[in-house]
Structures are given as structure tokens and as C-alpha cells.
């Protein structure tokens, strides 16, 4: 099988993220903010699509390519590409001066893949178009997928002497307004329609240089023209003074809130977990925030921990003590040794739930990458193993627990199901299982209850398709109940 030949490589930084930003307009929270975009289904900030594109087209003029007369250009963008990763352009073997396909790839995975199209360009549809606001939005727009039906509007485009400066080479090529107006489907998608929580699947734009407008600063309308239920997609139709076309997007499932604590309360037995210390690591959010409420509702009095969310677990803080209960909150990095992060930790813990977690789907070139697994051991074995002996030493004195910790280990059905892409999950999960074992065999003060937990609902695995879900309440209630029974046992 022949090689793609390699036309450049860059590895995204945040001061680029920010460049593009600032240029665009587009400064959506999944590209530009590390609590936000953890949240997401990405885990993690990612790279701008079209910066990507943009990058892609400028590499190719910088490296001798002769992208003109382009009229045309169908881009999809397949996966995220992460800040720190290296992006590879490469055409196919014996591609002419004037390129018809380009690729991306990270790690030897395509992330974009683009079609060029070369010709005399057709006339440009008619259409008024309205001088471009001043400046962009500070916040992306949050719509409900109903809301986005017919939505219309003029985006922020960048001005043409900025567009210079940073994309000189496309510049020349295709014209700075063109390329303004390309950058500005990337304001639309992510700012606009569908706003915050989209996701840029489709570029599909006809260019040319057509008479400009009276207008030194035209902008680029747009108008949601097409949505798929099913799928939670739209389709938008541009059209600027150089550009015209059609973008497709999804609508990413927003964030996964957790209940109330007053509804969580109806599910427990006032009191039934009074005398419970739990120490829950990673409660700002997520299974973590649910078993905190379900503590708290029972009479007990959790402290939660957060490694970056301090906002977040500040708010589940209140909520708790707002309704009458009882909570501590404390930073915590499983990455990081114990022994000082918990000097603030004001009572000792009879109990210990789990929850610590990092990006669990990531792109890699091979079936086991040692990065992931390696960051994966940190999280799921090292930071448990190390916190669990910490704590044994402060459960001594708790008179509560008999001078034992009861910790809970969350496993997870993927250690038998083994999705695809999910090796060293899977792998590290295993071998969690037999590292509590070994722990409670060989360490008699502690006590470690372990459970394969289905797939639920959190913010990394909310896709974009509806699946059939588990009430989390109904799986992790009766964890707390044996881990109140095992305190009275040990």
C-alpha cells in the first residue's frame, strides 16, 4: 500500500487556539475553556475546525501548490483533533499542482478530509447582505434544538487586513474575503447556529471573486434551513460576498445535570445514613455529585472533592447546605501525593467513594497506546491505591468505622463487554478489580467494595444519539446501603 506524501505537520497550541479566536470571533467554551469543554463529549478543549481547514489550505500554498482558480471546496470534519496533538496534511501519491483531495490525519486517523474544486466560478446567488456587526459575540448562544427552526442572521467577519496577516498565502490564492467568510462558518456554527453546544460536521461552500458590495466589512448571512430530529442535526445555508453554500452540524447533548437534592431526597430514608464520613473524590459533578446528594439526603455528611471544577462542587455545596444538609468541599488531584492535599480534610473519612476520571475516549493510532494506558494507571490504580493507604491511617481513629475504611471501587462493564477503542479502559479497570483484592487481603484495615457499573449517563458518554438509560439513583443507592451495612459489619 503506497504512503500518502507528507505535506506539512503542526502541533496546535493554546496560544494558537486563542489566535484563531480572537480572528474569528468563535471563542465557543468547547475550544477555549478546560472546565467547560471537560464537560463535553471531547473531555477536553479542541482545535477549531476551521483553523484546521485554514491551516491545511495555507500549507499547501506555502509548500508550492497552486490552489487557484478554486471554486469550490467540501470539507468534513471527522474527528476532534486535541491541543497538544500533531496534525498531518498529506495528499495522495501523484497529486498535480492543483490538488483534488487533502487529509488530516492524528496518529494515523483522519480528522478532516477535503475536496478542491477548480473552474470558472457560477454567479452568486442573489441575496442583501448587511455590513458585519462590529464585533462578535462574547457568548456563544444557547438554543434548544426547537429554537434553532428558521433561525437567520449576519455573522461577525473578520476584517480583511487581519485575515492578512495570519493566512497570507490562501490569501493570494482565493482572496482575503474568501477566506474571512470561511473563517466566519466557524463564528456561525459555534456561536450562533446551533451556539454552544454544536459540533462542525459539514463544510460544503462555492467561492469567487464577485463584485463587492458598497460595504467595506461585509458580513456572511446564514439561515437554519434543515433539521434532523433523529439525529440532532441542522443544515445552514451561508452566503457572503465571495462564499455561498451550506454548513451541517449537530447539537451536542448539553452537560448532564444531575437531580435536585429535594428529588433525590424522596428516594431515601431520612437518617439512614447518619454517622457516614464519606470522602467523595470527584463529587463536583457527574456520579460523584449524585452520591454526595444521596449521602447528604440520608443524614450523612460527604465532603466532595474536585481537581478543576472548584466552581462546580462549590455549587453542589450550596445547594446541599441549602436544603438543610451537611457538606465539605476540597481540592483534590489523584495525580498528586495525598499526604498535603489532605491536611484539610477536617473529619477522618469512614467511608470513601471513587469517582476521580479523565478523558476516556481518545484518538490513537494503535489497540493499547502506552500514554493512555499509563494516564489511565494514574487515575484508576496509583491515585486509589495511594489515597486508600492515606486514609487507612486516619480511619485508626474513627471509632465510627471500627478503625476501618470502607472504600468503594467503581468498575465498569467494559472490563467484559470490551468496546471497541476502549482497550486500556478496559485493561486498567481489570486490573483495578484484582489490585482490590490483593488490598483487602493484605491490608486489614481497609475494606474495598467493588462493582461493574453499567454505562450511564454522564457528560462523556451523553452522544449525540438517544439511548436507552439507566436511573443512575437505582445503581448507586444501593452502593451506599452496603457500604453503610459493611461499616457496621467490620
Given amino acids: 500500500m503506497l504512503r500518502p506524501q507528507i505535506v506539512a505537520a503542526r502541533v496546535f497550541s493554546e496560544e494558537m487556539q486563542e489566535y484563531f479566536a480572537a480572528l474569528s470571533g468563535d471563542r465557543n467554551p468547547m475550544h477555549m475553556d478546560h472546565i467547560t469543554a471537560r464537560r463535553t463529549q471531547a473531555g477536553s478543549p479542541v482545535v477549531h475546525g476551521v483553523h484546521t481547514l485554514l491551516w491545511a489550505l495555507e500549507s499547501l500554498v506555502a509548500n ?83 429554537d434553532l427552526k428558521d433561525r437567520s442572521g449576519n455573522a461577525f467577519t473578520a476584517k480583511t487586513e487581519n485575515i492578512l496577516r495570519v493566512f497570507p498565502g490562501i490569501s493570494a490564492a482565493i482572496g482575503a474575503t474568501a477566506v474571512a467568510e470561511i473563517a466566519a462558518c466557524s463564528y456561525i456554527v459555534g456561536m450562533e447556529a446551533p451556539g454552544l453546544h454544536s459540533m462542525f460536521s459539514k463544510l460544503d461552500l462555492t467561492m469567487g471573486r464577485w463584485p463587492q458590495p458598497d460595504s467595506t466589512h461585509a458580513g456572511l448571512r446564514y439561515l437554519v434551513t434543515f433539521q434532523d430530529e433523529r439525529f440532532r442535526k441542522a443544515r445552514i445555508n451561508v452566503t457572503g460576498s465571495s462564499v455561498f453554500g451550506t454548513l451541517e452540524a449537530f447539537i451536542r447533548n448539553p452537560p448532564v445535570e444531575q437531580p435536585s437534592i429535594e428529588a433525590i431526597a424522596a428516594h431515601v430514608v431520612a437518617g439512614e445514613f447518619a454517622g457516614m464520613h464519606a470522602l467523595v473524590v470527584g463529587g463536583s459533578r457527574g456520579l460523584g455529585e449524585l452520591t454526595a446528594k444521596l449521602i447528604a439526603a440520608g443524614g450523612g455528611n460527604p465532603t466532595i472533592t474536585y481537581a478543576m471544577g472548584k466552581g ?15 457538606v465539605e468541599v476540597l ?46 494507571a494514574t487515575f484508576y490504580l496509583q491515585g486509589f491505591h495511594d489515597l486508600c493507604l492515606e486514609l487507612t491511617e486516619r480511619a485508626k481513629l474513627s471509632s465510627s468505622a471500627g478503625g476501618k475504611l470502607i472504600a468503594f471501587y467503581p468498575s465498569s462493564v467494559a472490563v467484559e463487554e470490551r468496546p471497541a477503542g476502549m482497550t486500556e479502559y478496559a485493561m486498567i479497570k481489570a486490573a483495578g478489580e484484582q489490585m482490590c483484592k490483593d488490598m483487602n487481603q493484605y491490608l486489614p484495615s481497609l475494606h474495598i467494595l467493588t462493582r461493574r457499573l453499567p454505562r450511564l449517563r454522564t457528560d462523556q458518554t451523553a452522544g449525540v444519539l438517544p439511548e436507552r438509560e439507566i436511573d443512575p439513583i437505582d445503581v448507586l443507592l444501593p452502593i451506599i446501603r452496603d457500604m453503610r451495612d459493611l461499616a457496621g459489619k467490620s
Fill in 64 to 146: 508550492g501548490y497552486v490552489i487557484s482558480p478554486l471554486v469550490g471546496i467540501k470539507v468534513k470534519f471527522l474527528k476532534w483533533v486535541y491541543l497538544g496533538d500533531e496534525a498531518v496534511l498529506s495528499l495522495p501519491l501523484g497529486e498535480p499542482a492543483n490538488p483534488r483531495t487533502l487529509k488530516v490525519d492524528v496518529l494515523g486517523m483522519p480528522v478532516l478530509s477535503a475536496e478542491l474544486l477548480y473552474g470558472e466560478p457560477p454567479c452568486q446567488p442573489d441575496v442583501i447582505l448587511e455590513s458585519s456587526p462590529d464585533a462578535p459575540l462574547s457568548n456563544a448562544l444557547d438554543f434548544s434544538f426547537e
Fill in 312 to 326: 462546580e462542587a462549590e455549587q453542589v455545596a450550596a445547594e446541599i447546605r441549602s436544603w438543610g444538609g451537611r
Fill in 331 to 376: 481540592p483534590y488531584d489523584v495525580r498528586q501525593a495525598p499526604i498535603v492535599q489532605l491536611k484539610e480534610l477536617k473529619a477522618s473519612p469512614t467511608h470513601l467513594f471513587y469517582f476521580a476520571t479523565n478523558a476516556i475516549f481518545r484518538p490513537k493510532k494503535n489497540l493499547v497506546s502506552p500514554a493512555i494506558l499509563a494516564d489511565f
